[in-house]
Every structure is written in C-alpha cells, then in structure tokens.
C-alpha cells in the first residue's frame, strides 16, 4: 500500500498539461492502486492523477458515491482517459471540496447532470452518468485533467478569500496532507 503526496494549491503542477494513457502496464495499474490507497487513506470522494503529481489521464471515484446502496462493498470507478460525453439536466450550485485545496469548501454551479466515457483498468470501455454528487465528482475530476481548479469557478471575490486560506494553510501545515474526514467530501 502506498500513499502519495498531495499536489496543493497553487503549485503549478495542477496546471500541467495531462497525456492519454497509451498501454495499461504495470506501471499504470500500480498508479491506480496507489491512488485508490490515498484516496481512501484520506477518506476522499475522488482523486485524479494530477493531484498527485502524474500527467497521466486517470481519475478513481469511490464507490460508495458511484452506488450510495452498495455501501463499503462497493468496488472504486478507474477512469482512465476519459471523456466527458454529456452534461445536461440544467444547473445546480453545491458545496464542494478538493484534496489540493485542503479545508477549503466552496458553492460550485455545475450542470446536474454529466455522461462519462472512459477506460477501466482492464482497457475495456465503458460509459456512466448521474447526478448528485456522483454527477458532480465525475466532473470536478474531469476538470482536474484539464488543468481547471474550483479557484477557477468562483468570482473574483471569493478566488481572493480562497488564496488568503491557502497562504494561511501552508503557513500551518508546510505540505503535511489534508486532515481526514472532512464535513463535505473533497474530490
Ligand atoms: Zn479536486
């Protein structure tokens, strides 16, 4: 089991440009099972690659946010080079979290709805929507492989009050990971 370092804000790796996935190794199913570990090491909704320094088109969302019903049994979503085939259902504005911006919670408008083509680890294809914060993982994941942050969905007001917490999180944490079990899940 391995736990990796997480990418905070406003390190310019989150901002780095991400790669498909051209052959599903060793190396990558390795990547998947160390993100799977960290994301539940720190009891989060989702993880991208990105958030842990790789370049890699991968996310992993936890089950239990996939299928509520299926509770612990439920097995982690590998997203490999997805694409976001859809959105639709109108907007909603919900709280979200993210592991790179450790104890900052923010109202994000998204579309209610999203459609999601990828790769699993196995290389087959599949596609899955929903709404809720399955809907919304799905797509704040997607987001972070395309280099776009929650900093980068609020106005200008709130992009300041978001930096002067994460100046005040450095200042107390010098890189330490985000604390676990957080009120909202971070993704
Ligand atoms: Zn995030």
């Given amino acids: 089991m391995a736990v990796l370092d997480i990418v905070t804000y406003p390190d310019p790796r989150l901002r780095e440009a991400t790669f498909d996935v051209k052959d599903i190794n060793a190396e990558v199913r390795q990547l998947v099972r160390d993100l799977i570990d960290t994301m539940y090491s720190l009891s989060a909704a989702g993880i991208a690659a990105i958030q842990v320094g790789r370049l890699e088109r991968i996310f992993i969302i936890d089950g239990k946010v996939a ?44 579309p209610r709805w999203a459609k999601m083509r990828a790769l699993d ?64 899940p971070q993704i």
């Fill in 67 to 110: 299928d509520p019903a299926a509770g612990d049994d439920a097995k982690p979503l590998v997203f490999i080079n997805p694409e976001l085939a859809e959105t639709g259902h109108g907007l909603t504005i919900a709280e979200e979290g993210c592991l790179s911006f450790p104890n900052v919670f923010v109202d994000i408008k998204r």
């Fill in 121 to 184: 680890v196995e290389g087959n294809s599949f596609e899955v929507d929903g709404e809720g914060l399955f809907g919304r993982a799905i797509q704040h994941e997607h987001d972070h492989l395309t280099g776009r942050l929650m900093i980068d969905l609020v106005g200008m007001v709130k992009k300041e009050v978001i930096k002067r917490k994460m100046k005040r999180w450095h200042n107390e944490h010098d890189g330490k990971p985000p604390a676990p079990k957080p009120t909202v």
